[in-house]
């Protein structure tokens, strides 16, 4: 997987790239992340890259020409078939499974904005989507642009050191994880679940189920509201409602 960033701060994400699950896969030739800086393609001697708004307004807006000589740079890097992605607050909702459609593409370009955002022209004429990583405005693109590289390294075979560890993280399968615990049994009066310890497969997986079901209704609920429970699912949720004392769907719903 071949990822190019475009951004105006290219050390932000060269230090990410060092560490963790993201600096193993880069040390194994599994994933490449490269940056591409528009000052390197600004015309004039302060190598400028912004300018004011037409229309007035505070902020500056990112400048047509370098930025998309920027973006085209980027692209001759990547392999064909690697789609420009822009990350801006009025993007689509990146999640789970764009992160697994990403994965399966060879590459990306990610377009990382600054200062009051880019200019529209430039989106117009190169990207092919735009995506947002939540409801809140960040001081610039680089961020999202981590957050993307982050989550679908993970998913790229042979990046984590165990091939069934993404298929278990929360929002794979539509619900939340399930609570994780480790040694010791017990810890300053808190005990690990007795399923957990008994050596019960079947019961683990029904009660992993049922706390991954019940943390989803309440802590949310609309992604359980988009997904057809099948019979086992419902009666463990209900279990869980039951058990934990809130209403379940149907009732509060």
């Known amino acids: 997987m071949h990822f190019e960033v475009v951004t105006l701060f290219p050390e ?5 790239l060092e560490a963790g699950v993201v600096g193993r896969a880069t040390a194994r030739g599994l994933l490449q992340v490269g940056t591409v800086d528009p000052r390197s393609f600004a015309s004039d001697v302060h190598r400028t890259v912004d300018d004011r708004p037409y229309g007035g307004g505070p902020g500056m807006v990112l400048k047509p020409e370098p930025l998309a000589a920027a973006v085209r740079a980027a692209t001759a890097r990547v392999p064909e078939g690697s789609p420009v992605i822009a990350l801006g607050a009025q993007g689509r909702a990146f999640d789970q499974r764009t992160a697994a459609r990403l ?5 990306a370009v990610l377009v990382a904005g600054r200062y009051e955002g880019v200019d529209q022209r430039v989106l117009d004429a190169l990207a092919d989507e735009e995506l947002s990583v939540g409801d809140y405005v960040l001081s610039g693109g680089e961020l999202p642009a981590l957050v993307v590289v982050d989550a679908v390294a993970r998913l790229l075979p042979g990046v984590l050191g165990h091939e069934a560890s993404a298929g278990q993280d929360s929002f794979s399968d539509g619900l939340l994880d399930w609570p994780h615990y480790t040694r010791p049994a017990e810890w300053e009066g808190r005990a690990v679940p007795g399923v957990l310890q008994a050596g019960n497969h079947e019961a ?3 009660w992993r189920l049922k706390q991954a079901l019940g943390r989803t209704w309440q802590m949310r609920p609309e992604l359980l509201r988009e997904r057809r429970l099948g019979q086992e699912e419902r009666k463990l949720l209900e279990e869980y409602c039951a058990e934990a004392g809130v209403e379940p769907p149907g009732r509060a719903d």
């Open 12 to 16: 932000l994400i060269r230090g990410y």
């Open 204 to 206: 683990i997986r029904r």
């Open 103 to 107: 994965a399966a593409l060879p590459g």
